[in-house]
């Protein structure tokens, strides 16, 4: 029904403007959830999953972006994901990029945007999280996915993600560093060594002040790369990543190239969906043999980028990730996808 009836009719009107009406409209059908476990959880057989002491009734998630400011998460939880990853949040409220701004690329099952981090703010996740927490289970993991406000200077950009952390840190149950979307201006830059060495160096600096603060365990930090990367540049991040103790990488976000695309297109800003697959698979593949060659320095790893079905999924088990998230793939296939991965 999904593909045959609901996504053609969506897809005949501007793509940010049905993605707000259903951010709108998922909170008002809190009385069909009981309808939506019954339709796509998936079997309960599925066995729990153990990260860095988290544990995931499965291995899929949603991935950061769908749902920035936390607004519908009861929603994700109902369907059967294991984890969400709202945000990007910056500290403070911005709206992002000129509009339009978000482009289906229909041919190629992909989606084109240049949103730039469009959110509510900190202050306004955290009272979304609070709220969902009161009717949600427990074994629902919430990440808070983090990063710069725009006109944050690129040298202070790690005072950013410090606020962030410290105005959520009771609230997620793991962050994600965010220094790899293309639609803010020099945010990649943070994938450098010199700049990355410093962040991640203040973050875990952070963390372990808040943790013995409040008197609890360290948060669990993840680190979101581009599929962009040179071997080189891969090699470094894992490094750092190593040297500062940061539990995992999530690989990857969106691309900047457009090769083999049947749609062309001038509009600039991260493309996903299925174009996207083999290059973030490359980069997965490339971590997992630094963890083989690493033992013991492992690192999490989080497969994300062009999953459409089980074939798609399982790779990304195959090249290492202990973690599966989707995104475009939902939007295309719709909520049937989450039974089809998981069953």
């Known amino acids: 029904m999904y593909k045959h009836v609901i996504r053609p009719f969506l ?86 990029n000129e509009k339009p701004r978000i482009f289906r690329l229909i041919k190629d099952n992909a989606i084109l945007n240049r949103l730039g981090f ?24 919430i990440g808070v996915n983090i990063g710069k406000n725009k006109y944050t200077p690129i040298e202070t950009a790690y ?63 993840f680190l979101k790369i581009a599929p962009d990367l040179t071997n080189e540049e891969i090699i470094n991040i894992c490094s750092l990543t190593v040297k500062h103790k940061i539990n995992g990488i999530i690989a990857t976000n969106t691309t900047i190239t457009r090769e083999g695309l049947f749609e062309k297109t001038e509009e600039e800003g991260g493309l996903s969906g299925k174009p996207l697959k083999q290059l973030s698979d490359n ?25 459409f079905d089980k074939k798609g999924f399982e790779d990304k088990l195959n090249d290492g990730a202990e973690l599966v998230q989707i995104y475009t793939g939902f939007i295309y296939e719709g909520p049937g996808i989450i039974k089809k991965l998981l069953n």
Not at 31 to 46: A, V, W
Not at 183 to 201: A, I, M
Not at 286 to 299: G, M, R, T
């Open 118 to 141: 469009n959110n509510n703010g900190a202050d306004a996740l955290k009272r979304n999280i609070i709220k969902s927490r009161k009717s949600i289970s427990e074994d629902f993991i």
């Open 159 to 221: 005072e950013d993600y410090k606020i962030c952390l410290e105005k959520l840190y009771e609230q997620a149950d793991y962050f994600t560093i965010n220094i790899s979307s293309p639609n803010t201006e020099e945010l990649r830059k943070l994938q450098g060594v010199d700049y990355l060495d410093e962040l991640l160096s203040e973050i875990q600096k952070t963390n372990t002040e808040l943790s013995c603060r409040k008197s609890c365990n360290k948060k669990v930090i």
């Open 283 to 307: 980069v997965l593949k490339k971590l997992n043999e630094l963890n083989e060659k690493n033992e013991e320095n492992k690192i999490v790893l989080v497969g994300v980028g062009g999953v």
């Open 11 to 96: 897809f005949l009107f501007d793509p940010e403007k049905v993605h707000n009406f259903t951010m709108w409209f998922f909170p008002l059908m809190v009385f069909l959830y009981p309808l939506f476990r019954l339709l796509y959880n998936p079997k309960k057989s599925n066995k729990k999953i153990y990260v860095c002491g988290l544990t995931f009734r499965n291995r899929l998630g949603l991935a950061a972006g769908l749902d920035k400011d936390g607004t519908v998460i009861r929603f994700w939880e109902a369907l059967g994901f294991s984890h969400i990853e709202v945000g990007t949040v910056t500290p403070l409220p911005q709206p992002g």
